[in-house]
């Protein structure tokens, strides 16, 4: 398990692109590459509580977050914007 400020964190890699995303309970979202693991980037994920879930699609360029707020967000990973706020409700 990875761990970030201290538990577990939820994460997704994508091996294709070289792409390592972890989340913290802080909402923060890091981009790491895996060549060398170097940080790529840090923003914050805008859910209103812990990020409990996360995914690439198959193409690798957009990550969905799933919040324990009841939100699913979707990350364009190269333009670097949220393009979607999806409300499905509380299931965490």
């Given amino acids: 398990a990875l761990f970030f400020n201290s538990g577990a964190a939820p994460y997704a890699y994508c091996l294709d692109s070289n792409i390592l995303i972890i989340a913290s309970k802080q909402g ?16 914050r994920s ?14 690798s360029t957009f990550l969905a977050t799933g919040g324990s ?11 670097k914007f949220c393009t979607h706020n999806l409300k499905v409700g509380l299931f965490f």
Avoid: A
């Fill in 28 to 43: 923060l979202i890091r981009h790491y590459t895996t060549d060398d693991f170097r940080l790529e980037r840090t923003w």
């Fill in 69 to 79: 707020d009841g939100t699913v967000k979707v990350w364009d990973v190269i333009r």
């Fill in 46 to 59: 805008t859910h209103n509580g812990p990020i409990r879930l996360l995914t690439f699609d198959s193409t």
